[in-house]
């Protein structure tokens, strides 16, 4: 039989890799966007390949919804409040004793720091994940009211097909609320992974979500940057490499 740590372990790392999942496809579909309207040259670069890259956009697009499914709905095997729940109905995995045993296995040399390290480690409440609860509840709320349908009903299910009633539909999103809401996925996964493994309050720490501002910060070194941040300057940084390549080739013949 599982333990309850097990489980909250493998359902921390599926709630990982779907939220990722979901930030890489919006983010790299906005940049591609973004790069190829402010670059004449990427716009050309990509207009050689049109079908290819209209392709691209479409399953970026298609994937995203499907993703965010998967971590909300609630018939989904696998979604945030499941993780939620796991980890309120067993707090003793986080506990300082459950804490410093993980630390033991993962060092030789535990027993002579982990008295000092856990002085200071947080061991949370039923209010800590309370208020982890409402913050999902609103982001919940957001999902079903603007982003399910479109899940559901032109995605996942070809429920809808004539353009007007899709046009209705996506006349709810917001590009800028998508990206918060992405992003919150992620801080929560944060908040979560560092309280089990280092014992920190489960807080929801600042993280930038705008493409737009991404792309006018210096590229961050590596490990001082989010996944949407390396992803953004990744995409940007390939195609004007490629597109100046094109261009220079252009010029040369």
Do not use: C
Not at 47 to 58: R, Y
Not at 82 to 103: C, D, H, P, T, V
Not at 198 to 216: F, H, M
């Amino acid at each position: 039989m599982n333990k309850p740590e097990n489980i909250f372990v493998k359902e921390l790392e599926v709630f990982r890799t779907e939220s990722e999942s979901a930030i890489q496809f919006f983010y790299s579909f906005l940049s591609i966007h973004a790069v190829a309207g402010d670059h004449k040259k990427v716009y050309r670069l990509l207009n050689t390949a049109p079908l290819f890259w209209n392709t691209t956009l479409g399953a970026l697009q298609t994937s995203t919804f499907i993703a965010l499914g998967r971590v909300f709905d609630q018939n989904s095997r696998h979604n945030v409040d499941r993780l939620i729940k796991i980890a309120q109905s067993n707090m003793g995995i986080f506990s300082k004793e459950s804490l410093a045993g993980r630390k033991r296995r993962d060092s030789e040399n535990a027993d002579e720091w982990i008295d000092a390290y856990l002085r200071d480690v947080y061991v949370p409440n039923a209010e800590d994940f309370r208020r982890l609860r409402r913050h999902i509840a609103k982001r919940r709320k957001i999902y079903e009211s603007n982003y399910r349908d479109i899940r559901h009903k032109i995605f996942a299910h070809k429920v809808i097909s004539a353009k007007e009633e899709e046009h209705v539909l996506f006349g709810k999103t917001n590009i800028r609320e998508m990206q918060k809401f992405l992003i919150f996925l992620r801080r929560l996964h944060e908040a979560l992974w560092q309280l089990y493994h280092n014992g920190r309050k489960p807080t929801l720490q600042p993280a930038r979500y705008s493409v737009k501002r991404i792309r006018e910060q210096p590229w961050p070194k590596h490990g001082e940057q989010g996944l949407q941040e390396r992803l953004t300057h990744e995409i940007e940084h390939f195609l004007l490499t490629v597109a100046n390549k094109a261009q220079l080739g252009s010029l040369e013949s």
